[in-house]
Each structure stands twice: as C-alpha cells, then as structure tokens.
C-alpha cells in the first residue's frame, strides 16, 4: 500500500526553475495555470487539442526510452499529471538572442497574425530536438491566416539539425522517474502509484475515482466545462502498464503506453493499425493519449477499437482478485458502456500475430472518413482483415467499424457469409446490401444515416479495389 500522507505541494519546473505549488487544483489545466500566473505568450485557441495554439514542450522518454522534448497540448493537461515533469514554453526558448527555430520563422516570415506562431515555434522546438523538423511535426498546428508555405520553410531550415545548448544539455540530465505523488488541496486529491498493486489499493479505497493516464480525453472536460474531479487516480507511472512486449505470435501493449510508441514501436507490423494511427488526432495528441484509455472511454466513434476489433484483440482487465481476459468484441457492452467492474483496471491488449492455419496470405487495412482529412472526429470509421487460401478463398473475415452503432462494432453476419467464397469483385457485389442493412446508425452534424450506410458497403469495396494487385 503506497504511503497516503496527504502533500500540500506540487513541484514542477517550468522553463529551467523550480516552482512549488500549494493549493493548486489537480485538474486546473496547464494551460489556465500559465495564464493565471501571467504567462500569456501560450494562446488558447479551440481549447480541446485540435488547433495546436496552446502548445508546450515537456522532457519525456522517445520510443526507444531516450529523454526527448514533446510537444503536447497545454489545454487537456491537469496539474496533477504536470508535477514532478519539466515544461518548456514559448517565453523560456530564448536565451539573450532568438532560438534558432524562432530566428528562422521570422527570417521566413512564417508569422502572419502571430496567434498561432507560439505553437507553432513549440511543436518545431521539440522537433528541433528530435533531428526533424518537418511538415509531421506541425501537424497538429493551426495558421487560420494559411501562411503554410513560409512555415514550412522555416521548418526547413532548421531540420536536421546537432543542437549544442542549454536545451540539449537538459535533456542530458534530466530526471524522468515518475515518482509516486499524493496531493490534496483540501478540495481535491491527486494520486500517481508506481505499482498496479498501489493502484488496484487506491481504486478499492475510492472506487469513485476517475483514473487518468494521457487525460487527452478527460483534459476536454476540464478546458471546456471546467469540470473539477475529487479524486483523481493517475496510472501514467505505473511500470507494469507501460510495456510493450512481443513473442512469435503475438503483440501485448500496455494499457498506458502512449500511442507514439506503438506508433513506432509497431511500426509495419499491423497495416490497418499503422494507418489509423497516422489520422489518429495529432503528434501532440498521441504524444500523451493511451491505447487503454482510447478503448476505455468506449466511444462509438474511438478511432482504435475497429482496429482492434478487426484483429481479434483481447483485452486483460486487472483486480485486486487477479486478471481476467476477454476478447474485446465483448468489452463495450452498450454506449459508454463496457465489462469494467469496480475495482477493474484495463492492464492491456494483446494482439494475435499469426493468421489463420489454412491461409497463406493476409488483406489488413483501415479507412477513416471525417470532415477534414487527419485530426478529426470519425463519420465512420473501418478496418479489414481477410485471410486467403492458396485458391483465393476467404477462410477468416474481420471487419470492424465505429460511428455506425451504439458501439464500436463487427459485421458478424457478413464476416460468416464471407468465408469460403472467392476473394472477388463479384463477392463484394454480392454482400454490399447486406453491409447497408445491417446497422441502423444514426443521423447527426457530421453525416446522415443514409451516408453512413453507404460508406459501411463503399469501404469495404474501396478495400478489395486497393488490395487486389496483392491478394
């Protein structure tokens, strides 16, 4: 049981000096602290991570565990997940002279309007660091002037570059344990565990606590409703959570790994994975969100769980009493409705590697549909795997979507007419009115249900046409 004595205080560093914190609210996010304490060179501009205005830079841990600068969205951060972590704003880049990030963006005249150029500088920044400042590193950054072209030539100009400076040096001594934090502010109280065990305690102890990992989801709340939690679990120091490990035949990936990881940890070995992934929100986003807390949130319209669903994953959900595991087609139980049970802890999902004993070759890929191309809500969202004999039969179908039900969702029914039939186009043709019929989604701002209907048969015959010359 970790030690529960209550602090007062929270520590951070903020542009190189220690600050101490008392009475701060846990779920005050970064960004309204920042402006609280008059540091207003962050903007806010749409408050729940799409437009990029608010960014910073933290010291985190890269993909293969090296301290690196994120970038990450100011207004979905609580406090409580601040503490103990290094920030670095647009006021604390530049020493005596310009950093030559925001040298280049004016020697371009990449600022129009200079709303959105703070973030813009900061997610360059973190790149800076990285070696690859390139139009990926923006991606989540918003010029409602669209001056685009001589952003990216500032990008340009300072892509692959050896810095040797202070922000360097830091990243060389920086201390990235996250230790264990119980605050209250008399208020509120804020927990961080290192352990599943410390967790699992503190969940039976106040099983009405809300758990939060990356808070990308839950930061919505806190920026738009300023919606104030009593007690906040936080699971992103847990050590078992944070795995990700691989056998012969299968992948397990840690409820609170954050999807950049996967992202490049996983990187070729699930196609339909690797593209959702890559219209998943933005680097700031998926710098901070979670695999189990995009799954747990159970949103019909959550970009992973068609993915996941399309590839038989399972899920391990931990108690105190031990892990039990299930596959994920039975987790979501009805809108924001799932399995979990008080006291339950999503630990991980595991994904099958292998493809079916009949089968020599696989067909996996997924599609997103939204307004904007990347960095919007799903009007539908689809993933397909198809498993083929040497005859080109289909002896394994998986198809997977969300935004058509009250629940991500598979096509049982057309995936049980589909095996044992040829892998062509008048097999497609032969199952597109059933894949109109068999959901009943409904109409809202995003698209009708008609729409949805057809892009439910559209997509799955969009995904032969692309992987014909493969199968």
């Given at each position: 049981?970790?030690n529960?004595?209550?602090?007062?205080?929270?520590?951070?560093?903020?542009?190189?000096?220690?600050?101490?914190?008392?009475?701060?609210?846990?779920?005050?996010?970064?960004?309204?602290?920042?402006?609280?304490t008059?540091?207003?060179?962050?903007?806010?501009?749409?408050?729940?991570?799409?437009?990029?205005?608010?960014?910073?830079?933290?010291?985190?841990?890269?993909?293969?565990?090296?301290?690196?600068?994120?970038?990450?969205?100011?207004?979905?951060?609580?406090?409580?997940?601040?503490a103990?972590?290094?920030?670095?704003?647009?006021?604390?880049?530049?020493?005596?002279?310009?950093?030559?990030?925001?040298?280049?963006m004016?020697?371009?005249?990449?600022?129009?309007?200079?709303?959105?150029?703070?973030?813009?500088?900061?997610?360059?920044?973190?790149?800076?660091?990285?070696?690859?400042?390139?139009?990926?590193?923006?991606?989540?950054?918003?010029?409602?002037?669209?001056?685009?072209?001589?952003?990216?030539?500032?990008?340009?100009?300072?892509?692959?570059?050896?810095?040797?400076?202070?922000?360097?040096?830091?990243?060389?001594?920086?201390?990235?344990?996250?230790?264990?934090?119980?605050?209250?502010?008399?208020?509120?109280?804020?927990?961080?565990?290192?352990?599943?065990?410390?967790?699992?305690?503190?969940?039976?102890?106040?099983?009405?606590?809300?758990?939060?990992?990356?808070?990308?989801?839950l930061?919505?709340?806190?920026?738009?409703?300023?919606?104030?939690?009593?007690?906040?679990i936080?699971?992103?120091?847990?050590?078992?959570?944070?795995?990700?490990?691989?056998?012969n035949?299968?992948?397990?990936?840690?409820?609170?790994?954050?999807?950049?990881?996967?992202?490049t940890?996983?990187?070729?070995?699930?196609?339909?994975?690797d593209?959702?992934l890559?219209?998943f929100?933005a680097?700031?986003?998926?710098?901070?969100?979670?695999?189990?807390?995009?799954?747990?949130?159970?949103?019909?319209?959550g970009?992973?769980?068609?993915?996941?669903?399309?590839?038989?994953?399972?899920?391990?959900?931990?108690?105190?009493?031990?892990?039990?595991?299930?596959?994920?087609?039975?987790?979501?139980?009805?809108?924001?409705?799932?399995?979990?049970?008080?006291?339950?802890?999503?630990?991980?999902?595991?994904?099958?590697?292998?493809?079916?004993?009949?089968?020599?070759?696989?067909?996996?890929?997924?599609?997103k549909?939204?307004?904007?191309?990347?960095?919007?809500?799903?009007?539908v969202?689809?993933?397909?795997?198809?498993?083929?004999?040497?005859?080109?039969?289909?002896?394994?179908?998986?198809?997977?979507?969300?935004?058509?039900?009250?629940?991500?969702?598979?096509?049982?029914?057309?995936?049980?007419?589909?095996?044992?039939?040829?892998?062509?186009?008048?097999?497609?043709?032969?199952?597109?009115?059933?894949?109109?019929?068999?959901?009943?989604?409904?109409?809202?701002?995003?698209?009708?249900?008609?729409?949805?209907?057809?892009?439910?048969?559209?997509l799955?015959?969009?995904?032969?046409?692309?992987?014909?010359?493969?199968?």
């Open positions: 049981m970790m529960q004595a209550l602090e007062h205080r929270l520590f951070l560093t903020l542009n190189g000096d220690r600050l101490c914190l008392k009475n701060v609210s846990p779920s005050m996010t970064l960004l309204q602290y920042l402006h609280q008059r540091r207003t060179g962050t903007k806010e501009g749409c408050g729940d991570g799409d437009c990029g205005a608010c960014t910073v830079a933290i010291v985190g841990r890269d993909a293969a565990g090296d301290p690196t600068y994120q970038a990450v969205n100011s207004c979905l951060i609580p406090m409580g997940a601040i103990g972590r290094e920030v670095v704003t647009i006021e604390g880049i530049a020493n005596g002279k310009l950093h030559p990030v925001q040298a280049a004016v020697e371009t005249g990449g600022s129009q309007c200079g709303y959105c150029t703070p973030g813009f500088i900061m997610s360059m920044f973190a790149a800076y660091y990285a070696g690859n400042v390139d139009d990926l590193s923006v991606e989540g950054n918003l010029c409602r002037c669209t001056g685009y072209l001589p952003i990216r030539r500032a990008a340009q100009q300072v892509t692959n570059a050896q810095p040797s400076d202070q922000f360097s040096e830091r990243l060389k001594q920086a201390d990235l344990d996250l230790s264990p934090i119980t605050y209250s502010n008399q208020e509120q109280q804020f927990y961080r565990p290192t352990q599943l065990s410390e967790a699992l305690e503190l969940l039976q102890q106040y099983p009405d606590a809300t758990l939060v990992a990356g808070a990308t989801d930061g919505l709340e806190m920026s738009h409703h300023r919606q104030t939690f009593p007690i906040l936080s699971l992103e120091g847990v050590t078992e959570l944070q795995q990700i490990e691989q056998t035949d299968r992948v397990t990936i840690g409820a609170a790994v954050p999807l950049y990881q996967v992202e940890n996983l990187h070729g070995m699930f196609p339909s994975l593209e959702m890559h219209l929100a680097r700031q986003v998926r710098n901070r969100a979670t695999i189990g807390g995009n799954i747990g949130t159970a949103s019909p319209i970009d992973l769980p068609p993915v996941l669903l399309s590839l038989d994953a399972e899920i391990a959900i931990a108690s105190l009493t031990g892990v039990r595991s299930l596959p994920l087609m039975e987790f979501f139980k009805g809108y924001r409705q799932t399995d979990l049970k008080s006291g339950e802890i999503i630990a991980s999902v595991t994904i099958p590697k292998t493809i079916s004993e009949t089968a020599v070759k696989r067909l996996n890929h997924s599609y549909i939204g307004k904007r191309g990347t960095d919007d809500i799903s009007i969202a689809a993933a397909f795997t198809i498993d083929l004999d040497s005859d080109y039969k289909i002896v394994h179908a998986r198809l997977g979507y969300g935004g058509v039900a009250a629940t991500p969702v598979r096509a049982i029914a057309v995936e049980n007419a589909l095996v044992g039939q040829p892998w062509t186009i008048e097999t497609i043709q032969q199952v597109k009115p059933l894949l109109k019929e068999i959901f009943t989604p409904l109409t809202d701002l995003r698209g009708s249900a008609d729409y949805r209907k057809l892009l439910v048969a559209n799955f015959e969009k995904f032969f046409v692309e992987t014909e010359d493969q199968s």
